[in-house]
């Protein structure tokens, strides 16, 4: 039996950062689900006579999204989220990478990975693009998780093979067999994409950046995702290890790793020639700005969404959250200190369509609209007093929106829908 769902919804006929009208709210509007997929969207009344036998679930002034979209996350960084810490490399070393070294252990990375989907689920993300640990165990466990879950997320085994660890290292080689095995083991099952993933040039030789530029071009319909000018600091010792490269972009581009498909996290401190060439390559990059507040790396240019697939991300555990409604509250806070003010619609279009182009799946999800995945969410926009008493003043529905964008958390999530049904939302229990 098909599924109705009432309230208002929210879809996108284009990209508001380039046509500002694009949303397309229905303040009194329904969307059916049958078999996984959206099979019909529009007015209320409309769908409840064309579909008279389908289960309804009237969520009255509710807002009905696309789910959430996170596409830049560490998910074995979770049990190590809001640590405090100084700069990038330093909480990397005081905290990343011995977490990370637990990961050769596969129930630890099961129970992790378990934890991680079931954390997001509650805030209504339903799907994540996600680095794992160089273990193909980690790579295993958050696949099998979200399978089970019905989800579709994107996940690859971070590669590394200097400036890490005794134990976080892998080889050139390794690199290659290890992330070809996997890719063949889990690419285009269900609703999973493996994803080529060196974690940052400072910790790749470019031997092993150019051996993961011949595995991209023997599987060109993956992704590839790293880090790119995240902190100037970082930077800096790029050129250090680098004195041949024109500068960071050119430490992937020499080896293959610049084209469609590539999507680099952060990009924060740009040269004008990094510019230029990431939107000659049709490349994405991802928004982290919880992350780069937390960490202190700068503030992200939103101008970019002009011109490149630009999506927005918690950067678990780099980002001091897990939910994505913090995280446009965030990009809104960010983008004000750059002379930047966003609009509602801008901000939600990024958590969700935004970040599906990013990841090159904006065909399937992020979107309502006819034959589109069925990853929803239903969010309450007065969950709390503080929201209620703002959102009572709204006179258009941004209004009412953005009091939980800014404000909003786990409590606005009502219900989460992935593909084509319902999961309860439940936090997952604290270990005692």
């Not at 640590?83 to 330093?90: A, E, N, Q, Y």
């Not at 049709?282 to 101008?303: E, K, Q, R, Y």
């Amino acid at each position: 039996m098909a599924d109705l769902l009432l309230g208002q919804v929210l879809r996108y006929a284009g990209d508001p950062f380039t046509t500002p009208d694009a949303a397309r709210p229905i303040t009194h509007g329904a969307v059916l689900v049958d078999a996984g997929r959206i099979a019909d969207v529009g007015e209320a009344d409309d769908l409840r006579a064309r579909h008279p036998r389908a289960r309804v679930h009237d969520h009255g002034s509710r807002l009905i999204s696309a789910g959430f979209i996170d596409a830049h996350v560490h998910y074995p960084q979770t049990a190590i989220i809001a640590s405090w810490g100084k700069r990038l490399i330093d909480w990397l070393n005081s905290y990343t990478f011995p977490e990370e070294m637990r990961f050769a252990d596969p129930a630890y990375a099961n129970d992790i990975a378990d934890r991680y989907l079931d954390l997001v689920l509650a805030r209504g993300t339903t799907t994540v693009c996600s680095y794992a640990t160089i273990h193909p165990t980690s790579v295993d466990a958050i696949f099998a998780a979200a399978r089970a879950r019905g989800m579709r997320v994107f996940a690859g085994k971070t590669c590394m093979d200097r400036n890490a660890p005794e134990g976080l290292r892998d080889t050139t080689q390794s690199a290659y067999d290890d992330s070809k095995r996997l890719l063949q083991k889990w690419h285009g099952l269900d609703r999973l994409s493996y994803v080529i993933t060196p974690r940052f040039s400072p910790t790749s030789t470019p031997e092993q950046l150019a051996a993961l530029g011949a595995l991209w071009r023997e599987y060109p319909d993956c992704l590839m995702q790293t880090h790119l000018s995240e902190q100037t600091d970082e930077i800096a010792w790029v050129h250090d290890l680098f004195p041949q490269s024109r500068d960071y972009l050119d430490t992937y581009e020499a080896q293959g790793l610049l084209r469609e498909g590539a999507v680099y996290g952060h990009a924060i401190h740009l040269t004008e020639r990094e510019r230029a060439r990431l939107i000659e390559a049709g490349a994405s990059l991802v928004h982290c700005p919880t992350s780069n507040t937390f960490i202190g790396s700068g503030l992200f240019d939103m101008s970019l969404a002009q011109s490149l697939r630009v999506g927005l991300a918690t950067d678990t555990g780099g980002g001091s959250n897990f939910s994505m409604l913090r995280t446009m509250a965030a990009a809104y806070e960010v983008a004000q200190l750059r002379g930047q003010s966003l609009h509602p619609s801008q901000l939600w279009w990024l958590a969700t369509q935004g970040s599906a182009r990013a990841l090159h799946a904006e065909g399937k999800i992020g979107n309502i609209a006819v034959g589109m995945e069925a990853d929803l969410v239903v969010i309450d926009l007065a969950s709390t007093p503080a929201i209620e008493q703002a959102t009572r003043r709204a006179t258009d529905l941004w209004q009412a929106v953005f009091p939980t964008i800014m404000m909003g958390d786990d409590r606005a999530v009502a219900e989460v829908w992935v593909g084509g049904r319902p999961l309860p939302v439940t936090q997952p229990r604290a270990e005692v």
